[in-house]
């Protein structure tokens, strides 16, 4: 027997999830297929324990699906964005207010297994998403009129559109023969949770020395005192090394590399090592297929551009299937035409923030800390760059 749905998202990571909210919210009948169940407490072996910071189109979006109500009482406002370079002395530090341009934060900061937790809450409440956990999609056959999926459970469903939303690797991608370029970084993100006795006045502070950012976000002060998530990216090997030190000698380096911005720091979690890569689809569509989130994008952790700008192309695919037949040759044109500008303008500013991070020469470090300055101290200058990084998007010619 074949089930129907109008669409069949493959993959319930954040981007699935909200997509699934989005889609839902809608009216859409929406299945939602994952091999695994998302992981939705913070104490399990597999929790996510990276943070993402919702910038203000996000919420918007999310507010529209029914979504953010549960999530904004564990959201940290994020109204300033510090940048250090700690390569100058004396240290070169700029602030990035969002008074400048808005009366709201930049953005709101959570825990990914309270996202998914919260996201997965709001699919679960709409009577258009039904989930299929413990199966994945094995093979896709698309005609014009419509799409087939076979799952690993033997289960087929129709829909009207696939939406592969299964990640960096792309099982999807792959089976509609779609190339990707890759960008291996040679770096790895270690993130982890801090303690530390100076408030963080909703600051996020990126510190620029060598070999990538380190990167304080806030998140929810607790009963032991004030914390912050931290994104500290560096040379591959140097990481895996710092990945095998016990968490003493751990402190002692991270504390180094803070600059001590926040003073004496104290572990508040585990570990998790994130190789940075980034992976750019060829094409983002196939018949009656689209990629979307990772599986059409990936980039490295700056900026907080990752999810948003996954969460963008939910927008787009929303506003698409109001407009247009869903799934139709007419409106996959219309979102690989729409998306795909902005999101090659975002990486190639994030890779060049990140080859600049990188840099342990001193001619290049100079050049850096000159152009933070100047990238703040023109005020036009610096609302254009603010808004940029907010999401305003980047529309093709
Ligand atoms: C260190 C780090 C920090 C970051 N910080 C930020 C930040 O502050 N702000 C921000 O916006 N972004 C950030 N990002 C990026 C963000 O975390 C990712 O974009 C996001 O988690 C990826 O979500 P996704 O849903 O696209 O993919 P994934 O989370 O990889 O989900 C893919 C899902 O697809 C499933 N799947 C695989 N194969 C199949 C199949 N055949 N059928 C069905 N399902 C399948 C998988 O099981 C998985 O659940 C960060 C990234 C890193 C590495």
Redesign the pocket.
């Known amino acids: 027997m074949t089930d129907r749905t109008d669409i069949l998202i493959?993959?319930?990571?954040?981007?699935?999830?909200a997509a699934a909210c989005v889609l839902g919210a809608e009216g859409h009948r929406v299945l939602l297929?994952?091999?695994?169940a998302?992981v939705t407490g913070e104490d399990a072996p597999d929790a996510?324990l990276?943070?993402?910071?919702?910038?203000q189109p996000?919420r918007d979006l999310l507010a529209g699906a029914g979504a953010w109500d549960g999530l904004s009482p564990y959201g940290t406002a994020l109204w300033t964005m510090r940048i250090v370079d700690a390569s100058a002395a004396p240290p070169v530090t700029r602030d990035f207010r969002a008074q400048d341009i808005s009366d709201a934060p930049f953005g709101w900061?959570f825990p990914?297994w309270l996202l998914r937790r919260e996201l997965l809450a709001r699919a679960a409440a709409l009577d258009t998403v039904e989930t299929a956990f413990g199966?994945?999609?094995?093979s896709i056959f698309a005609r014009e009129a419509g799409i087939r999926a076979t799952l690993?459970d033997g289960r087929r469903v129709a829909a009207r559109l696939v939406l592969a939303?299964?990640?960096?690797?792309?099982?999807?991608r792959r089976m509609a023969g779609i190339g990707t370029r890759r960008t291996e970084y040679g770096q790895t993100?270690i993130?982890f949770a801090v303690r530390h006795a100076i408030p963080h006045d909703d600051i996020s502070t990126e510190i620029h020395l060598s070999g990538g950012p380190f990167t304080l976000?806030p998140i929810a002060d607790d009963a032991g005192g004030h914390r912050s998530a931290v994104?500290w990216m560096d040379d591959a090997r140097r990481q895996a090394e710092r990945m095998a030190l016990d968490d003493g000698p751990f402190l002692i380096e991270a504390q180094a590399r803070s600059a001590d911005v926040m003073g004496p720091l104290e572990l508040a979690s585990r570990r998790a090592a994130?190789p940075?890569t980034s992976v750019l689809a060829e094409r983002w569509t196939g018949q009656r297929l689209a990629l979307?989130?990772?599986?059409a994008h990936?980039?490295?952790?700056i900026g907080?551009?990752?999810?948003?700008?996954?969460?963008k192309d939910v927008a787009a695919l929303r506003d698409l299937c109001r407009a247009e037949d869903i799934g139709s040759a007419e409106m996959l044109a219309a979102y690989e035409r729409g998306r795909r500008a902005d999101v090659a303008i975002r990486m190639a500013g994030v890779d060049l923030l990140n080859r600049t991070s990188i840099a342990g020469l001193g001619a290049v470090q100079a050049a850096r800390a000159f152009g933070i300055a100047a990238l703040h101290d023109v005020p036009p200058l610096r609302r254009a760059v603010m808004r940029l990084g907010l999401g305003a998007v980047v529309r093709p010619e």
């Open positions: 493959a993959g319930a990571g954040p981007a699935g999830l297929v994952d091999p695994a998302p996510d990276r943070t993402t910071a919702l910038l996000a900061n990914n199966a994945s999609v094995r690993s939303s299964d990640g960096r690797d792309s099982p999807l993100a993130v976000v994104v994130w940075i979307m989130g990772e599986a990936a980039m490295p952790p907080a551009q990752g999810l948003n700008t996954s969460l």
